[in-house]
């Protein structure tokens, strides 16, 4: 379906493109007008002060924000952000992203975002520590095991949560370990949730692969950013058999046009922006990457990378979104025109979040699950909602995104539907 071209496009917000794909996608469904007005809106934005004593016994003040989109199908959840870039518009785009994301997966919960406006790269270990703690302080009575229950995102990680964890359950007088998700398997975190938006990128590359006839084995992938989705990502469809013949961090990306051995290239986990420094027979720049003559293009890295300038360049016959926001709605318009598949954020990252429930459901239930367990469970709710998403698709003609805003949708809507409005 070709639309009008939009003039705005790279200035796109979070929440500024999370607005207008709803928009768009409403427009399809027949979802009453007040729902959609509803989600339009965070139910909650809460923007606190952090203050913290640096190592020098300077103190500085970080804001913080945590942002509660809808909870109409469950508790709020979703990441919290350490980044310079967090805003308050930034935490309700990416709250309603995870509203969607959950429902599409159809998983109990609601959509949240937050962060702190910092650089973590700028704080020694104990700094990332103590604003850490003081921020859970800032937002305890926010957040809670059936309330809202944050997780890693970008600038944070398993350690994080752990800390929030325990400054959370310190102040409830007992161990709380169902209040953030994304912890250290040692005090309940669950096998497989750091591989799993990777790994549902992945599951769903494959998936889109078979549904365009295509072999999964020798499938030409480029991956742009190499930190946790990226990596996992391409090492998955590696092992499955396709070619990654290129992968990218900040500083630029390497080509192999006969496929690299993902195995051999540090994720950012692993070392950090050393993406380059391995041998291939090419190096191209982190733009670069993105026009690549490849069969998938897997951008993993931050928000707002395929914009009105690059679209049109951009040669892969499909693109499978790793980041949250990669595309921006000008680019998404001209990706429609063009006929360039776009299996949208929302359903193929959504892996983490899933495996986030599944660590909720673990602690709920007192029992560890298997590594077998996990990436079972894992790989049938992507495929599930894979398949949901396919029959709005066809039954409807519209892209990729538009069908999994459809799912997502018509699940939030039946249940404002079924619960009412109160009082
Ligand atoms: N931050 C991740 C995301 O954007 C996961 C959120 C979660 O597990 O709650 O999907």
């Given at each position: 379906m070709a639309t009008q071209r939009t003039q705005t496009d790279d200035t796109s917000t979070a929440l500024a493109t999370a607005r207008r794909q709803l928009e768009r996608a409403a427009a399809e469904t027949d979802v009453n007008e007040q729902v959609v007005e509803r989600l339009k809106h965070p139910s909650k934005l809460l923007r606190?002060?952090?203050?913290?004593?640096?190592?020098?016994?300077?103190v500085e003040v970080f804001e913080g924000y945590r942002a509660q989109h809808d909870d109409v199908r469950g508790p709020y959840k979703g990441g919290l952000r350490y980044h310079p870039h967090v805003t308050a518009d930034e935490c309700i785009g990416l709250s309603m992203w995870m509203t969607w994301k959950c429902a599409v997966i159809d998983i109990p919960f609601g959509g949240a975002k937050g962060g702190v406006v910092v650089d973590p790269t700028d704080l020694s270990p104990e700094e990332k520590e103590r604003l850490?703690?003081?921020?859970?302080?800032?937002?305890?009575?926010?957040?809670?095991?059936?309330?809202?229950?944050?997780?890693?995102?970008?600038?944070?990680?398993?350690?994080?949560?752990?800390?929030?964890?325990?400054?959370?359950?310190?102040?409830?007088?007992?161990?709380?370990?169902?209040?953030?998700?994304?912890?250290?398997?040692?005090?309940?975190?669950?096998?497989?949730?750091?591989?799993?938006?990777?790994?549902?990128?992945?599951?769903?590359?494959?998936?889109?692969?078979?549904?365009?006839?295509?072999?999964?084995?020798?499938?030409?992938?480029?991956?742009?950013?190499?930190g946790s989705v990226g990596a996992n990502a391409a090492r998955c469809l590696d092992d499955w058999g396709a070619d990654v013949v290129a992968v990218s961090d900040v500083n630029g990306a390497i080509h192999d046009p006969d496929g690299l051995d993902t195995w051999a290239v540090p994720s950012h986990e692993e070392e950090p922006e050393a993406v380059t420094t391995c041998d291939a027979p090419e190096?191209?720049?982190?733009?670069?990457?993105?026009?690549?003559?490849?069969?998938?293009?897997?951008?993993?890295?931050?928000?707002?990378?395929?914009?009105?300038?690059?679209?049109?360049?951009?040669?892969?016959?499909?693109?499978?979104?790793?980041?949250?926001?990669?595309?921006?709605?000008?680019?998404?318009?001209?990706?429609?025109?063009?006929?360039?598949?776009?299996?949208?954020?929302?359903?193929?990252?959504?892996?983490?979040?899933?495996?986030?429930?599944?660590?909720?459901?673990?602690?709920?239930?007192?029992?560890?699950?298997s590594a077998e367990r996990v990436d079972e469970e894992l790989e049938s709710k992507m495929l599930s909602a894979w398949d949901a998403v396919v029959e709005a698709a066809e039954a409807r003609d519209v892209t990729w995104r538009v069908a999994a805003y459809i799912v997502a949708l018509s699940r939030i809507a039946e249940a404002k539907d079924t619960r009412g409005l109160w009082p």
């Open positions: 606190v002060a952090v203050p913290l004593e640096r190592d020098d016994g300077s850490t703690r003081r921020f859970a302080e800032e937002i305890r009575d926010f957040v809670g095991p059936t309330t809202d229950i944050p997780a890693p995102d970008m600038g944070t990680d398993a350690q994080t949560m752990a800390w929030f964890m325990d400054a959370y359950s310190m102040q409830e007088g007992e161990t709380v370990p169902g209040v953030v998700t994304g912890k250290p398997r040692v005090i309940g975190g669950s096998y497989g949730r750091e591989e799993a938006p990777g790994r549902s990128v992945a599951i769903v590359t494959r998936a889109a692969a078979e549904y365009y006839d295509v072999s999964l084995d020798g499938l030409r992938v480029a991956v742009q950013g190499y190096t191209i720049s982190s733009s670069a990457i993105l026009e690549l003559d490849v069969d998938v293009l897997v951008p993993a890295a931050v928000g707002n990378v395929l914009t009105a300038s690059n679209a049109p360049d951009v040669q892969a016959d499909f693109v499978v979104e790793g980041a949250n926001g990669p595309t921006t709605a000008a680019a998404d318009e001209i990706f429609d025109e063009r006929g360039v598949p776009v299996v949208p954020d929302i359903l193929a990252n959504a892996g983490g979040v899933a495996v986030s429930y599944f660590e909720w459901l673990q602690h709920i239930n007192r029992h560890s699950w």
